[in-house]
């Protein structure tokens, strides 16, 4: 999630100070991606660098300073809603990271990395869907806000992602389960390739004498 769009598409509803956009940034999305002041204090100081962001001139009572978004800014996030979001570079996932390099790790037991993935992944699974049933239930009980709205489809996307998970760890413990099935194929050792080589060479070299010597009878 772009910190610096999703501020900016809460400036274009209305000016906010900075602790008011992490404040609306966090209860729109549940919670789900914490932002600190700092964080949002310096997003701001690159938004008013590009000119997409502008502050009052004067604080107010309480020495907080209102920042709004100029046309510039705007545009961007106008940009932003009409504009899919970028697939194309794939992010890093440790536990993809993590399983690719098991595999490929000698003494690593790879189907106990799997199962024991796959066992947080449920519990998480299981948290999602309370957590779910009370953004239902929370929402089915108050006025509809939007924001109840929105954490609930935060919460059902990250159900997704987790059965997701586990349907991708399956996938690979089944691989696993076929390599290990699989007959290997006999490798050569570089003493027994060595040894073939050699005896190779001697025959070639042998049809070689033979080959002269013969020629060599004719004339």
């Known amino acids: 999630m772009s910190v610096k769009l999703g501020l900016l598409a809460l400036l274009a509803e209305q000016s906010m100070y900075g602790a008011q956009l992490r404040s609306e940034f966090e209860a729109r999305t549940g919670g789900t991606w914490p932002l600190n002041v700092g964080q949002v204090y310096t997003t701001l100081a690159r938004l008013e660098r590009d000119g997409m962001v502008a502050q009052d001139a004067q604080a ?43 595999v490929t790790t000698p003494g690593v037991d790879v189907p ?21 049933v009370q953004a239902s239930d929370q929402q089915a009980s108050s006025d509809g806000t939007s924001n109840d709205l929105a954490w609930l489809l935060v919460v059902e996307n990250l159900i997704f992602a987790a059965e997701s998970e586990v349907r991708w760890l399956d996938h690979v413990e089944a691989r696993l389960a076929a390599e290990a099935a699989r007959p290997k194929r006999a490798v050569a050792r570089p003493d027994a390739a060595a ?10 070299a042998r ?12 004339k």
């Open 60 to 102: 107010d009572e309480e020495g907080r300073i209102l920042y709004h978004l100029t046309p510039l800014g705007l545009e961007e996030v106008t940009t932003w809603w009409r504009t899919p979001v970028d697939r194309d570079e794939t992010p890093r996932d440790e536990l993809v990271i993590k399983l690719a390099l098991a």
């Open 112 to 132: 106990a990395v799997v199962q024991t993935q796959r066992t947080a992944t449920l519990r998480h699974l299981r948290d999602l869907t309370r957590l779910k």
């Open 195 to 204: 040894a073939e080589d050699a005896e190779y060479r001697t025959a070639a």
């Open 207 to 218: 049809s070689a004498n033979t080959t002269t010597t013969s020629q060599g009878a004719r």
